[in-house]
């Protein structure tokens, strides 16, 4: 929970799959939201987070079921206004003495028009185009009597009641998701929504940048930090605001394992230390990790022993700088979200992900972690912000166990030193074509398997490759990018003729899911 700003709206989470979209627009719109699962929200959580407003989110249960999940009665008597979205809105009426009831096979899913009852409405201005408005719809109950207090100020096909608010208590419900992009206006409704609850709209990242050095400030005092330093966006921002509040205090380690793409480790380090002054060891650890991963084709083992080394390495250089007392990591809000999951269980493991996790407790450390209140894109704003060239801000994502997992089978100095050549040619035809921001992750495998082709009059026989390319949110799900044939066959034909040891190039065409981005 952060002490950044006053201004905080609470969303409570019944288990939508799209709650962090709710977020997501409301920080576009420059309000501090946080996310807590339905079963955390306690009268101290909601004393201790002072929400000036409230969120429900939607969600797969019924309100009808034995046990449904409810937030407490008492958030009703806080006299802040409170947006219920889907199941917010059916559990708003259950709670307030409204009926809901089964579809009956009048469920809407997807694409709806909202008709306009031509009364206005505070939350609702500007919002109709005309009579109606597209919305985004996905239930199966709905709302068959309203509250008292409540009046309905749009209606839907299979919703008579998709919009309805009792607007002395500010309390608002619609039966669609506004926070989808499927509802083309629904930013509009929650920025009316705010502004009936009077945020101030302050959570900038100009704003944040102050806040959270004056905090790192406080939190670490005297006391030394070290950051494992990955080139990539996120941990290039968390070293600049950590290096901006307590300067020489910070020391940055770059492991340079061996892993890296081409001329990696001396972009980052040049880049670090041409622009910044921020202590920074170049840890040239290939020796080691190329000698412990010798043999090794199994990619649970891979990533248990890369993960591993890194906490050696990191215990190597705090003991060389006598001793660190925390540790910085650039872990993001949706690491941190605890989302309902209804699925029941824990979910299985598909793979061993690590960054530095685990790191603190076995060291001892305690984390400093600048960037756990923000997504993504707000990150890239702090980037800017902080003056972090953009070639850094804009980069695409790279796994700490970098070309390891791009090296399905065992590894060698030999297949790693062709991947990186031919992985440096896909991302200069990237560039070249200017599509390198339109995809979320490009990168080439190298296969553990050798094909016979013609080159010249010769025989070769040589590596295949697989390039990879996929758009994506955030990771979680993905769809490969869909290049033309010209690129694909120009992109083929360089690399083929560009770097010795591959004479094969496949294209993965596979989305997540059943594929990953990565190999292993
Ligand atoms: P997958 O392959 O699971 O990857 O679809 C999803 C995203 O996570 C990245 N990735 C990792 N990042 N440590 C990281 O820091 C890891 O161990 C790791 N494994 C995968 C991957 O590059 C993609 O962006």
């Known amino acids: 929970m952060t002490n950044l700003t006053n201004d905080r709206l609470l969303i409570i989470d019944f288990g939508s799959q799209v709650t962090q979209l709710i977020a997501r627009r409301l920080r576009e719109l420059n309000v501090y939201c946080e996310i807590f699962p339905y079963q955390r929200i306690s009268d101290q959580l909601i004393q201790d987070f002072s929400p000036k407003a409230i969120i429900f989110s939607g969600g797969p249960a019924s309100v009808m079921e034995k046990n449904s999940p409810r937030p407490p009665q008492a958030v009703f008597e806080l006299g802040v206004p409170i947006l219920g979205i889907c199941y917010g809105q059916q559990v708003m009426m259950e709670m307030l003495g409204g009926k809901v009831e089964r579809g009956h096979g009048t469920a809407e899913f997807g694409r709806a028009y909202v008709k306009s009852c031509q009364q206005n409405l505070d939350i609702l201005e500007n919002w109709f185009e005309g009579d109606h408005e597209q919305v ?126 081409k001329n990696e480790a001396v972009e980052v380090v040049t880049m670090f230390r041409d622009n910044y002054n921020i202590p920074l060891i170049h840890a040239e650890e290939d020796e080691l990790f190329l000698g412990a991963l010798e043999g090794q084709s199994d990619p649970e083992i891979k990533r248990k022993i890369i993960g591993g080394l890194f906490i050696d390495i990191f215990q190597k250089y705090a003991d060389q700088i006598n001793g660190a007392d925390f540790l910085a990591q650039g872990t993001l809000y949706p690491d941190v979200i605890e989302s309902v999951s209804f699925s029941g269980g824990p979910s299985v493991t598909i793979k061993s992900h690590h960054n530095v996790g685990g790191l603190p407790e076995k060291m001892g450390l305690k984390l400093v972690e600048p960037l756990r209140e923000l997504f993504k894109d707000e990150v890239r704003a702090l980037g800017h912000e902080l003056g972090l060239p953009e070639s850094f801000i804009g980069r695409h994502p790279f796994p700490g166990p970098g070309l390891a997992i791009r090296c399905p089978g065992k590894i060698t100095r030999q297949k790693l030193d062709i991947l990186r050549e031919a992985d440096a040619v896909f991302i200069d035809q990237i560039h070249k074509h200017g599509l390198y921001d339109d995809i979320w992750q490009a990168f080439v495998a190298i296969l553990p398997v050798r094909t016979v082709g013609v080159m010249g009059d010769g025989r070769t026989y040589d590596f295949a490759c697989a390039l990879r390319a996929v758009t994506s949110v955030d990771g979680m799900t993905a769809d490969y990018y869909p290049f033309s044939h010209e690129f694909l066959g120009e992109t083929a034909t360089r690399i083929i003729n560009e770097v010795k040891g591959i004479n094969r190039v496949t294209y993965d065409i596979t989305s997540k899911p059943p594929g990953t981005i990565e190999w292993e």
């Open 136 to 261: 985004w719809m996905s239930h199966g109950d709905h709302v068959s009597q309203i509250a008292p207090g409540f009046q309905v100020y749009g209606t839907s096909p299979n919703a008579p009641f998709a919009i309805i608010a009792d607007t002395d208590r500010r309390f608002y419900a619609v039966q669609f998701h506004p926070e989808v992009h499927h509802t083309p206006n629904g930013k509009k409704l929650f920025e009316n929504f705010i502004c009936i609850a009077g945020f101030s709209r302050d959570w900038t990242m100009g704003a944040y940048r102050e806040q959270a050095v004056e905090a790192i400030r406080q939190k670490v005092g005297g006391k030394k930090v070290i950051c494992g330093l990955s080139g990539g966006v996120d941990s290039s921002v968390a070293a600049l605001l950590i290096y901006e509040a307590i300067g020489d205090q910070l020391t940055c380690v770059f492991v340079d394992h061996g892993l890296l793409r």
